[in-house]
């Protein structure tokens, strides 16, 4: 069974960066698309970005392109999302999550399309 941990959460000024990492244990690394998503105080859980199985292809919401950059470490089994020029309404639980894919470059990026979620990490920003 596929378990996800999130990391690298906190509280930091706009402007700043952070790295999030989602470390991935029980299954097959490099056969499951991986996501990231966040939820604001109040709202509804929203895609941010994800990444295909074999990393070769990406997708990210339209609020954090050229901001925001997810990537995958095959030696650590990690996937990181990398968040620069952060802002206030960046500040919320953010989320990782994965499924099984068979074709390796699939992208998902609707919540209902994964199977296993992380416990989230907080993120907030402060203006």
């Known amino acids: 069974q596929v378990q996800l941990v999130e990391s690298g959460g906190g509280l930091v000024q706009a402007g700043d960066s952070l790295t999030l990492s989602c470390a991935v244990s029980?299954?097959?690394?490099?056969?499951?698309?991986v996501g990231w998503f966040r939820q604001p105080p109040g709202q509804e859980r929203e895609f941010v970005a994800a990444i295909s199985a074999s990393g070769g292809n990406t997708n990210y919401a339209d609020s954090v392109k050229g901001r925001f950059t997810i990537s995958r470490d095959s030696a650590r089994s990690t996937v990181v999302l990398q968040m620069n020029s952060l802002k206030p309404e960046d500040t919320a639980v953010y989320y990782c999550?994965?499924?099984?894919?068979?074709?390796?470059?699939?992208?998902?990026?609707?919540?209902?399309?994964?199977?296993?979620w992380g416990q989230g990490t907080q993120v907030t920003v402060s203006s």
């Open positions: 029980g299954s097959t690394f490099s056969r499951n698309c």
């Open positions: 999550a994965a499924v099984y894919t068979f074709n390796s470059r699939q992208v998902l990026t609707f919540r209902g399309q994964y199977v296993t």
